[in-house]
């Protein structure tokens, strides 16, 4: 089955059910479905066909949604980012995916508007963040400036959503292959720029379907209320955020950003029971001024992903609210869940749960490659029937990370974990160079490559440094070219803000007069990590 298939198939069994609230606004199912046949038809009418990739760069809207259930519908291949990507990344996304239509925010359109006029697309399509809300929401709104808005232009090839909506016509659907791919998540690593994850139809829905069974002891499906606390172009986001309404029948809460207030309300108003959200988020919660004048009773399974969990988070969360928080791993490359927190049994501190059934694991020595034996530590491999086994373009990186064995396709997380004789698994280390920042893989490379752009620079190294509140900070360690004066932090830093989105941007920088290096000229990212992991438990 396609997920378009799939969505409909949940659509039409309760069509006036509510599918999603939107600042305050209730949408059915039956209201998404039309949605979908009018914008489909639209992107129908503009040239969109079968395989085409379509680029999303929206915050968490309707829009969001309906963009994306409407090119599974068509059979195109969806290509989501953040909304707060600058036209650096949307350029090497555009050009790497092949995307010739991208669906913007008008606050987004002054990027989208430079890169259509260098050629990179076709068409355009911007929408307001209010464009479905009703019109007296939308004059409020901007009465008290509530509603960002941005410059949309005119010309060949730039329409708005609400005018794409106005199509409606009864297209014939393509036959689609559930082995075809329905979007291409990028993901940061350890190249210099984001790598595409291309996931297919039959990996999706067995996915998420087997991540959202886990909760089912304690909130039988149909019967859940989810608050969406992730961004929708992440994959935990969209198993929170998709799964429900393509799955279980189950109504989403979404919101365009994080505030805290809006979140808390909304649990206490819609009587949320499922809640997602990364580490930092509920660390934001906890400590919030006005925690205590909100009822969260309703809550039954709070879930954690995107990083690790601080046992100190999940125990302060057990004594003010009262509920655990399950916590899972996974990887963009797996579609999300490779181990999750079962809800039926106690889960010992620090485990990052038990392996999905749908999961082949194995932890290898990481020189060796051997199997190492029941508790010991070693980097995960996972496999599965429906797996990625490519990125997009990238044949290096693709050899790299995918290994043949056993005659099954193995991804290699570059994660060191351990498993106990219970079967839980436990987060050791981290082999890759990547950095968890706010639930972010964040590449290494590409902070090196943009501080290596900078003229006074002769080489940069940068890792992460713990943090309880956002998992990891980005610390950059730099070497300056021989008798260059002048040059601080700040102007590296001011730098990298013309060049990265704002969660790649380093919170440090150290001048060094050299970097740790192997025999053969390796960078030792490692070897700073240690250090400054040696130095955050002294202090």
């Not at 999905?356 to 070693?378: F, N, Q, Y």
Request: glycine share 8%; with cysteine; net charge neutral.
């Amino acid at each position: 089955m396609d997920v378009y298939s799939a969505f409909l198939e949940v659509a039409k069994k309760d069509p006036y059910k509510p599918a999603l609230y939107f600042l305050g606004e209730k949408m059915t199912f039956l209201f998404i479905r039309q949605a979908v046949e009018h914008f489909s038809s639209g992107l129908t009418s503009i040239g969109v066909k079968e395989g085409d990739r379509v680029m999303i760069y929206l915050p968490n809207t309707p829009q969001w949604i309906i963009s994306w259930l409407s090119i599974q519908k068509i059979g195109a291949i969806a290509v989501p980012i953040t909304p707060i990507y600058t036209s650096r990344d949307v350029r090497y996304i555009g050009s790497d995916s092949g995307a010739r239509t991208i669906i913007c925010a008008d606050t987004n359109f002054g990027y989208v508007k430079e890169l259509k006029e260098e050629g990179l697309f076709e068409y355009v399509i911007v929408s307001n963040l209010a464009d479905l809300l009703p019109n007296y929401k939308k004059f409020i709104g901007m009465m008290f400036d509530r509603i960002p808005t941005g410059k949309s232009g005119k010309g060949k090839g730039i329409y708005t959503f609400l005018k794409m909506m106005e199509e409606k016509r009864y297209d014939v659907r393509p036959s689609i292959d559930e082995k075809n791919p329905l979007e291409i998540l990028y993901t940061g690593g350890t190249t210099k720029n984001p790598k595409g994850v291309p996931i297919n139809h039959a990996l999706f829905l067995e996915s998420v379907r087997a991540q959202m069974e886990v909760s089912y002891p304690i909130i039988p499906p149909s019967e859940n209320i989810v608050l969406q606390g992730g961004p929708l172009f992440h994959i935990l986001g969209q198993v929170f955020g998709l799964g429900p309404l393509c799955i279980t029948g189950d109504c989403v809460v979404i919101m365009p950003k994080v505030n805290i207030d809006a979140f808390l309300s909304s649990i206490e108003t819609y009587g949320i029971k499922t809640f997602f959200a990364v580490p930092a988020l509920y660390r934001m919660i906890l400590e919030h001024d006005r925690l205590e004048y909100y009822n969260l009773s309703s809550l039954r399974y709070c879930f954690s992903g995107g990083d690790v969990l601080p046992i100190e988070i999940a125990r302060r969360w057990r004594q003010r609210i009262g509920k655990e928080i399950y916590e899972g791993y996974g990887a963009t490359e797996t579609c999300g869940g490779i181990t999750m927190s079962p809800v039926d049994i106690e889960r010992p501190p620090g485990s990052i749960g038990k392996a999905l059934s749908i999961k082949r694991i194995k932890i290898v020595d990481e020189l060796t490659g051997e199997e190492v034996k029941e508790g010991e530590a070693g980097e995960l491999l996972v496999s599965s029937e429906h797996m990625v086994d490519r990125y997009w373009n990238k044949e290096e990186e693709t050899k790299e990370a995918f290994v043949v064995m056993d005659g099954f396709t193995w991804y290699k997380t570059g994660d060191i974990v351990r498993k106990d004789e219970q079967g839980f698994f436990y987060f050791v280390d981290r082999t890759a160079d990547t950095i968890k920042h706010k639930g972010y893989r964040v590449s290494s490379s590409e902070i090196e490559a943009a501080l290596q752009d900078h003229p006074a620079v002769l080489a940069a190294c940068a890792v992460g440094i713990p943090d309880e509140k956002v998992g990891e900070r980005i610390k950059a360690f730099v070497v300056l070219k021989q008798d260059v004066k002048g040059i601080t932090g700040y102007d590296l830093i001011r730098w990298c803000r013309d060049r990265l989105a704002s969660y790649k941007i380093p919170h440090y920088i150290e001048f060094r007069d050299m970097l740790p290096k192997s025999k053969v000229g390796k960078l030792l990212r490692r070897e700073l990590r240690r250090e400054e992991r040696k130095r955050h438990e002294e202090e």
